[in-house]
């Protein structure tokens, strides 16, 4: 490929629209988020002013380097951690001030987390690692069990679901925890840096699965990664630099990973 054509850029229309504004019903919002950690002469802000709209169905990826702030704003989205200030929005419903059972259930049905590392429990078999998140919620284990073997299927795991999760190949693990995301059938993905330990051939087949099961299940997917290559496969490509969110163009190098521009 000549280098004319080795740069991908955004659609039209992916570059008519702001970092924080979209088209659609608006499932999932951050406005105003900032992270602070310490005070004083040691205070360090990891999120200044964020603010983003994910509306149904899209597919937003965040690109950014290392410590840009990305986990912490997908950990701010599920959750998992509370922001200094600002507010995050499900279905157009602040979360904040919920009582720690409801923010339990928001994170067990409504938002399915994917870690770069995939925190599978080692001795456990592959169906019981994605059955965990339906027994939390109190399925029976032969209903949660079954439930698990299916999505494993679903993610091209179904002669492997007996075996223990140390017994699984890099990219067979990833699969699980996908399969172990979504298996309570969440609305909203996130998923953080999800490829970022695996090689090259595995990296493309796991997005192209996450891709895959967005439209399947008409997810709602906000990917964190720092490959530009598969980020231009997205809806849409923001960017964090200094804790602000910013539309991102994508411009592939050889090794598909470069950031050719950007727009505030």
């Known amino acids: 490929m000549n280098d004319g054509k080795a740069a991908t850029m955004l659609t039209d229309a992916q570059e008519g629209r702001t970092s ?5 019903r608006v499932v999932l ?3 105003g988020l900032r992270k602070v950690y310490g005070s004083g002469s040691a205070q360090l802000t990891i999120l200044a002013d964020v603010n983003l709209q994910l509306a149904e169905g899209e597919m937003v990826a965040i690109v950014a380097p290392s410590g840009a702030g990305k986990s ?3 950990h701010l989205l599920a959750a998992l951690d509370t922001p200094t200030s600002g507010t995050v929005y499900f279905d157009a419903k602040p979360i904040d001030g919920r009582a720690d059972a409801a923010l339990a259930e928001f994170r067990n049905r409504a938002v399915g987390f994917v870690w770069q590392r995939h925190h599978l429990l080692p001795d456990f078999t592959a169906a019981e690692n994605v059955a965990l998140p339906l027994l939390l919620r109190g399925t029976p284990l032969s209903q949660a069990l079954e439930t698990a073997r299916g999505w494993l299927k679903e993610v091209g795991l179904a002669e492997r679901a007996g075996n223990r999760a140390g017994e699984l190949s890099g990219g067979e ?3 699980a925890a996908i399969a172990r995301a979504l298996v309570t059938g969440p609305a909203v993905l996130l998923a953080d840096e999800p490829t970022g330990d695996l090689d090259e051939q595995n990296a493309v087949a796991v997005f192209e699965l996450i891709e895959r099961l967005h439209r ?10 720092h490959n530009a290559a598969l980020a231009g496969r997205c809806d849409r490509v ?6 602000v969110l910013k539309l991102r163009s994508v411009g592939l190098t050889k090794g598909g990973t470069a950031l050719a521009g950007e727009k505030s």
């Open 72 to 74: 912490t704003l997908l």
């Open 173 to 175: 693990q990833q699969r």
């Open 20 to 24: 924080g504004r979209t088209s659609g």
């Open 216 to 225: 399947t299940h008409r997810l709602t997917s906000l990917i964190a990664t």
């Open 238 to 243: 923001v960017g964090l630099e200094q804790g």
């Open 29 to 31: 919002e951050a406005r």
